[in-house]
């Protein structure tokens, strides 16, 4: 058999995900290397990264303690089977992380992204009320503009429209909160709007419509990120909490994104003062260097799955690569990192800069809102009329291409998230690059 005609640099086979690709192959935005608030593209152009990859590069790129970690873990031990058997550093990870989680969140099941673990928190929760004699608590209830992952779950308690769309009937009995979201009320608020715990309300109604006793559990995002950053109005969270622990329905709090400093603590749970009933994390638990996730679960929960026989299964779930040898390096490597140089306390205290250094772009052409919390922010810009998302579009080509930024976009909204090591200085210059490009795509 001859061999493969491999081409350098062919573009044509790759399909990239949420990505226009035809747009993209006409006008490429290649990445070949990172080092710490910067990736570096194949012609040497240093890029500055205002949104930490996908929110999950959080102490910046090619940190040496980390890349080694992996380096010796692969010389090590390639793959551990994770059915009936497990390695030691995965239960190191799990110790560390339960450590980290407020209150009785003591138990790590691991997956490898964000969206198995949101199934996987999903499957929990319906183990868990069948475990209890409960097994007609079968519903969940999601949230409008909330972003839970790309499997068929997440995508059913998930409320973002072009990702539901597409894929016809998903799960059964989901229904979902209204979102937060309410310019009219809450434009250009900084942290946690004032109003909006109004809107906790209707899971009440939602418990009168479908009765507690089929509801398995409610899923959020304490802050929703991929829709545009959406911080939580002042005593939101703590009403849903209330309000489930009331009807005896399990609370998880998605934190893919706002997990590991992105809000000043290692979870935004500890900030708002809540132990919800599991947590779901990914991204900044390996800094970004490998891929794994997994769920946080309270003591509770997990001691209600221990029964039956011994040697047989408690959960029937899990994933080839749960804890991945690699990644639970990667993993107990960044958690050290985090801690030895201080960066959820060094986010919390640049929470107030990096805030006035995202107000400060009010009143640039077609700004129509700014939300920033934490060391994270969405920037609303006006749609072209007729072109809704044109202009975010143009705005990340103008980024990368002419003005070394790298910036997330969804639709015409740019998130910032710079990574957690970044200075007054380094914010300043997200800050001045951010405006060039608002300008150039007004």
């Known amino acids: 058999m001859a061999p493969l005609d491999m081409k350098p640099n062919e573009l044509e086979s790759y399909w990239l995900p949420f990505t226009p690709n035809r747009s993209f192959k006409k006008r490429p935005r290649l990445i070949s290397g990172a080092k710490d608030l910067h990736y570096v593209t194949?012609?040497?152009?240093?890029?500055?990264?205002?949104?930490?990859?996908?929110?999950?590069?959080?102490?910046?790129?090619?940190?040496?303690?980390?890349?080694?970690?992996?380096?010796?873990?692969?010389?090590?031990?390639?793959?551990?089977?994770?059915?009936?058997?497990?390695?030691?550093?995965?239960?190191?990870?799990?110790?560390?992380?339960?450590?980290?989680?407020?209150?009785?969140?003591?138990?790590?099941?691991?997956?490898?992204?964000g969206s198995e673990a949101v199934d996987t928190a999903l499957k929990v929760a319906l183990a868990y009320h069948r475990a209890r004699g409960e097994g007609a608590r079968t519903r969940?209830?999601?949230?409008?503009?909330?972003?839970?992952?790309?499997?068929?779950?997440?995508?059913?308690?998930?409320?973002?429209?072009n990702n539901r769309k597409m894929f016809g009937n998903m799960l059964a009995g989901v229904d979902h909160l209204p979102t937060?979201?309410?310019?009219?009320?809450?434009?250009?608020?900084?942290?946690?709007?004032?109003?909006?715990?109004?809107?906790?309300?209707?899971?009440?109604?939602?418990?009168?419509?479908?009765?507690?006793?089929?509801?398995?559990?409610?899923?959020?995002?304490p802050v929703a990120g991929s829709t545009g950053c959406l911080p939580p109005p002042k005593g939101y969270l703590e009403k849903l909490r209330a309000i489930t622990e009331k009807h005896g329905i399990l609370l998880i709090f998605d934190e893919v994104i706002t997990g590991f400093g992105r809000l000043g603590y290692g979870f935004a749970a500890e900030r708002y003062g809540i132990v919800p009933d599991m947590i779901t994390f990914a991204k900044g638990v390996t800094n970004g260097a490998a891929p794994m996730s997994g769920v946080m679960v309270r003591k509770g929960v997990y001691e209600t799955h221990m029964q039956g026989q011994e040697h047989l299964p408690e959960l029937y779930h899990g994933y080839t690569y749960s804890g991945h040898p690699l990644a639970a390096a990667a993993g107990v490597a960044t958690l050290a990192l985090y801690q030895d140089e201080g960066l959820f306390e060094k986010a919390r205290a640049n929470e107030k800069v990096f805030a006035d250094a995202m107000m400060s772009l009010?009143?640039?052409?077609?700004?129509?809102?700014?939300?920033?919390?934490?060391?994270?922010?969405?920037?609303?810009?006006?749609?072209?009329?007729?072109?809704?998302?044109?202009?975010?579009?143009?705005?990340?080509?103008?980024?990368?291409?002419?003005h070394d930024l790298y910036v997330r976009i969804t639709a015409d909204t740019l998130i910032v998230a710079p990574p957690l090591i970044s200075g007054e200085d380094d914010l300043a210059l997200v800050r001045d690059k951010l405006a060039i490009v608002i300008k150039v795509v007004a």
């Open 42 to 113: 194949p012609d040497g152009r240093k890029v500055l990264d205002a949104s930490s990859g996908l929110f999950c590069v959080n102490a910046g790129h090619g940190r040496d303690t980390i890349t080694k970690a992996i380096q010796e873990a692969a010389g090590r031990l390639d793959f551990a089977p994770p059915f009936q058997y497990a390695h030691p550093q995965v239960f190191e990870l799990s110790s560390k992380l339960a450590l980290m989680s407020p209150g009785d969140l003591d138990y790590a099941l691991f997956a490898n992204s």
């Open 140 to 161: 969940f209830i999601g949230r409008e503009r909330a972003y839970h992952g790309v499997g068929f779950g997440g995508i059913s308690v998930g409320g973002m429209v």
């Open 180 to 221: 937060t979201y309410d310019r009219s009320k809450q434009a250009f608020s900084v942290g946690e709007p004032e109003w909006g715990i109004e809107t906790a309300a209707e899971l009440e109604r939602l418990i009168g419509l479908h009765d507690a006793s089929t509801i398995a559990a409610v899923i959020v995002e």
């Open 362 to 402: 009010k009143g640039l052409p077609n700004v129509a809102d700014i939300r920033p919390i934490g060391l994270m922010c969405g920037i609303d810009l006006d749609p072209i009329p007729g072109k809704a998302g044109v202009r975010g579009y143009n705005a990340i080509e103008a980024s990368f291409h002419e």
